[in-house]
């Protein structure tokens, strides 16, 4: 029975995170998924590492506080309040789950994830570019606003999803061979195209950034004599293909005038109730209230958005213990993912893509809430792992060709 749990079980996992896109509805078959997930796992014995407590630590240190702030709501219905809290540590979970799940056989199973991740990644950018460029029947369904969104709620949780496997595919089309090449290229142009229609300024930046990155860190240390010369040469003609395939997309007057509209400032990100004024009044309201407002309280006070910062969002929706161990979780975080890139070892190709893009999520974090995307415990998750999985390797190197995903 073991035998035959350890075999389902990337089975489960990989449709886990296949359904990690589509999250139109709640509960998602993300969370459905994950139910099935965990048996299997208990009967396939999966280990826990002593590497990875850490994270769980600050997991237990979270919850106390966060269901606190729960019971603080006084306009939000209570059960609301704790469904939603509740989701959070539920994805705080499956970050502790996929750290041990990937420290265990991990050249393997990233494999399994990064496939999964990237069948649908891949999908959706198509469906979202078929849909906002009017070729697909019933396309209105994956648009909002006139902005691409495939099977996210919002365009702007959308983009950021697609840019993890793109920084894989920019990974093996810089260090990769023959026509694998060729298929992190398309795969790579067709997320790009999807981050494009969605017309998410922070997916955009995110996006450009990661790539950015991603290219630094081959290129210090991974790459070889002739592979940075190679990286050089493609770089300028990628660079020079993706200006011509966006100019191709600008000519069209409808794309260049809602591309105008987007790059240019917004009238809600200014004054008392634009974003920035918000978010200063969020953390004002934090200050005064260390247990929390609990969640979704915001929206029924002085202004009726959210603050999209989730940096000032943790401190009123899980109170100020709360929002410390929300802060660890992504600091440790942070740490272990830079040294996972300064060490050499076989795993440093898996974590250079996932690197850039955590650093970059954290970084638009500051712009929106983030603190349900299922991707970015996703990516906290494969930190770990590789953290885990690196302190636990004696090789310093290993055949690039199996270390590519």
């Known amino acids: 029975m073991r035998q035959r749990a350890e075999k389902l079980l990337d089975v489960v996992v990989a449709l886990w995170i296949f359904a990690g896109g589509i999250v139109i509805i709640e509960p998602s078959p993300y969370e459905v998924m994950f139910l099935l997930v965990l048996p299997v796992a208990v009967m396939a014995g999966l280990g826990l590492y002593r590497s990875t407590f850490g994270l769980l630590a600050i997991i237990l240190g979270f919850i106390p506080f966060a269901l606190i702030a729960a019971i603080q709501v006084r306009i939000t219905p209570i059960s609301e309040a704790i469904i939603f809290t509740a989701v959070t540590i539920f994805l705080m979970i499956t970050s502790y789950f996929l750290a041990n799940y990937l420290a265990e056989a991990t050249e393997r199973r990233m494999r399994v994830i990064m496939r999964a991740y990237t ?73 790009f195209l999807g981050v494009f229609v969605s017309f998410s300024r922070g997916g955009w930046g995110h996006f450009a950034a990661s790539s950015l990155i991603t290219l630094v860190l081959v290129f210090l240390f991974e790459a070889n004599a002739r592979d940075k010369v190679r990286i050089l040469l493609m770089s300028l003609i990628g660079a020079g293909l993706l200006v011509v395939a966006l100019g191709g997309l600008l000519s069209v007057p409808a794309v260049s005038k809602f591309f105008e509209m987007r790059a240019s400032a917004q009238h809600y990100d200014e004054g008392e109730t634009g974003r920035f004024g918000r978010q200063g009044y969020a953390f004002e309201l934090a200050l005064d209230h260390p247990w929390g407002i609990g969640p979704a309280e915001f929206r029924h006070l002085r202004v009726r958005e959210e603050p999209h910062n989730v940096y000032v969002t943790v401190l009123h929706v899980y109170g100020w213990g709360g929002g410390l161990f929300y802060y660890l979780m992504i600091l440790l975080t942070l740490w272990k993912g830079f040294g996972t890139i300064m060490r050499p070892s076989p795993y440093r190709l898996m974590a250079i893509p996932v690197f850039a893009t955590f650093t970059m999520v954290v970084a638009e974090s500051a712009i929106i809430d983030s603190d349900h995307w299922r991707h970015f415990f996703l990516l906290i998750g494969l930190t770990w792992g590789l953290s885990s999985a690196i302190n636990n390797e004696r090789r310093t190197t290993a055949s690039r060709e199996r270390m590519l995903i």
Request: aromatic share 16%; glycine share 6%; hydrophobic share 65%.
């Open 119 to 191: 069948w649908i990644a891949v999908i959706l950018a198509l469906v979202g570019t078929l849909a906002y460029l009017r070729v697909m029947p019933g396309g209105s369904f994956f648009l909002i606003y006139d902005r691409a969104k495939a099977t996210f709620k919002d365009p702007n949780v959308f983009a950021p999803f697609l840019v993890l496997p793109a920084m894989f595919a920019l990974q093996r089309i810089l260090l990769g061979r023959g026509w694998q090449v060729i298929l992190a290229c398309a795969a790579y142009f067709i997320l």
